[in-house]
């Protein structure tokens, strides 16, 4: 079975300043590996997913993500926040075996600070 | 618009009244799920349908039912509602024979059981 640790479950930060969330998982079989935002009262939404090739993966708005396989981290960065980034943040993870079966950590709320 | 759409957004309900969320996506996808979301514990899985007529416990499926009857509906169904399942509850569906993978999301449904 996988397991996700989102070890800081809040994070203020100043605007413009950089951020780094953090995402440690668990399995014993290969993994995809995804991070999800959900802005005040709304769903959620796919940020960015690593599925295979690249280990860096970068969404459209600055995002970007770094699978490190030896570490079993899939940590998120921003070089520079903006205020609209604030929200809550979960990192999944699934197995490659094809149940597409989502688990996911108990999410880091992002609060940037103006 | 491709889309995952759950009624209702909001219910208040009593201890013992049964009912129902209903959940229907446009995008044909075979695998759907529900999850709840509770403070500093995520989102965890209650049940989840690999396709019409199957379904499996996720994580929390005490005190949940559900049925795939259609592949486009996976509806929620909470027998008889106590006040420990207050909670916003998530419908989700992917397509785990594409190459997208990544759940699309409903908007969310917050119950609250007096």
């Known amino acids: 079975a996988q397991s996700v640790t989102q070890l800081d479950s809040q994070v203020p930060v100043f605007e413009e300043a950089p951020v780094e969330l953090r995402c440690n998982y668990s399995s014993s079989v290969s993994v995809y590996l995804f991070w999800y935002v959900q802005y005040p009262n709304q769903g959620l939404q796919l940020l960015l997913k690593y599925l295979s090739g690249s280990t860096l993966v970068e969404s459209i708005n600055g995002f970007e993500a770094e699978f490190n396989k030896s570490q079993t981290s899939f940590h998120l960065r921003k070089p520079s926040v903006h205020i609209s980034d604030t929200a809550e943040y979960f990192c999944?993870?699934?197995?490659?075996?094809?149940?597409?079966?989502?688990?996911f950590g108990t999410g880091t709320r992002l609060t940037v600070i103006p | 618009e491709a889309q995952v759409t759950q009624n209702p957004r909001y219910l208040i309900t009593v201890t013992g009244k049964k009912l129902t969320v209903t959940c229907s996506q446009n995008?044909?996808?075979?695998?759907m799920s529900w999850y709840r979301q509770d403070p500093g514990l995520g989102l965890r899985q209650i049940y989840y349908?690999?396709?019409?007529?199957?379904?499996d416990k996720g994580d929390v499926p005490e005190g949940y039912k559900v049925s795939r009857k259609e592949k486009r509906n996976f509806p929620l169904i909470l027998e008889s509602p106590s006040p420990n399942q207050t909670s916003l509850y998530f419908c989700?569906?992917?397509?785990?024979?594409?190459?997208?993978?990544?759940?699309?999301f409903g908007s969310g449904t917050r119950l609250t059981v007096v």
């Open positions: 349908s690999m396709n019409v007529e199957v379904t």
């Open positions: 999944a993870v699934s197995d490659r075996g094809g149940a597409n079966n989502l688990f």
């Open positions: 989700a569906s992917s397509s785990p024979g594409t190459t997208a993978y990544g759940y699309t």
């Open positions: 995008m044909n996808h075979e695998y």
